[in-house]
Nanobody, 125 residues
Framework: VQLQASGGGLVQAGGSLRLSCVAS????????LGWFRQAPGKEREFVGV????????IYAPSVKGRFTISRDNAKNTVYLQMNSLKPEDTAVYYC???????????????????WGQGTLVTVSS
């Protein structure tokens, strides 16, 4: 499956952005879809994941209550709505997909086979 992320940009602290990730090549309704991010000089970290069949997403503690993941299976697309953005949210955001990842491993980027190219989010103070 190929993934194309978009929607990044420059925003002031407290602002909002919505990222989109469109999948092609396969229908991803049965895939687990995740969002990860990587700040300069840091490792890629888990942001959130929506498991297949649109069950309740799981979020990293640092974004819970501010970020929301949703998926539109008809459009083969997953979204990341980011509100109340902070400068520490600045990173390249990646979407990822995997058909077989289990819940206990879904926060580990190594468990995902397919990745988008990333979209840069910059939050100014």
């Amino acid at each position: 499956v190929q993934l194309q992320a978009s929607g990044g940009g420059l925003v002031q602290a407290g602002g909002s952005l919505r990222l989109s990730c469109v999948a092609s090549g396969r229908t991803v309704s049965t895939y687990t879809l995740g969002w990860f991010r990587q700040a300069p000089g840091k490792e890629r970290e888990f942001v959130g994941v929506t498991r297949r069949y649109n069950s309740n997403p799981i979020y990293a503690p640092s974004v819970k209550g501010r970020f929301t993941i949703s998926r539109d299976n008809a459009k083969n697309t997953v979204y990341l709505q980011m509100n109340s953005l902070k400068p520490e949210d600045t990173a390249v955001y990646y979407c990822a997909a995997d058909r077989d990842v289990i819940l206990s491993s879904a926060t580990n980027p190594a468990e995902f086979d397919s990745w988008g190219q990333g979209t840069l989010v910059t939050v100014s103070s």
